[in-house]
């Protein structure tokens, strides 16, 4: 018996030998203290699912990871997993621009910003009940591209004020009719976010709609006149 539980000690101490021989190797091939295949294989498995709150958006790690040859310490503190600064945020926003808008075409604002563009060409559905057809283009989906209305300030990471833009191309009429569609969609789409009582599906979708609806306004008033119908659906006895 004896002399089985030192053979099985031998067999895990040469198990233990060989993943540290590899974690070495490894380390001599980055120059990170921790890269990032010992973050995501051992502790943080599900990274790309990972959604932290950001500003008014999410940070989707799914489009920042080694997958993107984005090393996790490059955002995050590298110091040993046992301290308070483990993991800590060492990026700054004005490092971002170092990938994002720095002189962004419109095929480069699509790579991030494909739901948009869905929603700009009518291909974005409500998949509810009453859920009318839709497939409606925005009236100016072919002829205006992203960065004829996100334009950039000087600094490169900031962006001009969409209203602005919109009189600078048409009159001051066309900034009259961009607050007036603003108007609707909040007073609109406000009254079904603050009902606890729909369903989770429906407050995505009408989040959507908060989020893209001035890129298709048609399709906005289609889209909440559908989920309206559901409602009053859901709400009958």
């Known amino acids: ?4 539980i030192i053979i099985a000690c031998f067999f895990i101490a040469s198990l233990n030998s060989l993943t540290s021989g590899e974690e070495n190797l490894l380390m001599r091939q980055t120059p990170f203290v921790y890269p990032s295949g010992s973050c995501t294989d051992r502790c ?5 699912h990972y959604r932290t709150k950001y500003k008014d958006s999410f940070f ?29 945020l060492i990026i700054e926003e004005n490092d971002c621009k170092k990938c994002h808008h720095n002189e962004a075409t419109n095929d480069d604002c699509l790579k991030c910003h494909s739901a948009v563009n869905d929603y700009r060409n009518g291909s974005f559905r409500y998949a509810g009940i009453h859920s009318p057809v839709t497939g409606t283009p925005d009236w100016m989906y072919k002829a205006v591209l992203c960065t004829d209305c996100h334009k950039q300030e000087e600094n490169n990471f900031l962006f001009r004020d969409t209203r602005s833009i919109c009189i600078e191309c048409h009159n001051d009429d066309y900034g009259l009719l961009y607050d007036k569609w603003k108007e609707f969609l909040r007073e609109e789409t406000q009254p079904v976010i603050r009902e606890n009582n729909n369903s989770a599906k429906m407050q995505k979708y009408v989040k959507q709609i908060q989020q893209y609806g001035i890129h298709n306004i048609q399709l906005s008033r289609m889209l909440l006149k559908g989920i309206q119908k559901e ?6 006895p």
């Open 60 to 88: 989707l790690h799914n489009h920042h990871s080694p997958l993107q040859n984005i090393e996790c310490c490059e955002c995050h503190n590298n110091d040993p997993a046992n301290t308070k600064t483990h993991g800590g």
């Open 1 to 4: 018996m004896k002399r089985l």
């Open 44 to 48: 943080h498995v599900n990274y790309l």
């Open 231 to 236: 409602r009053d659906v859901s709400a009958q």
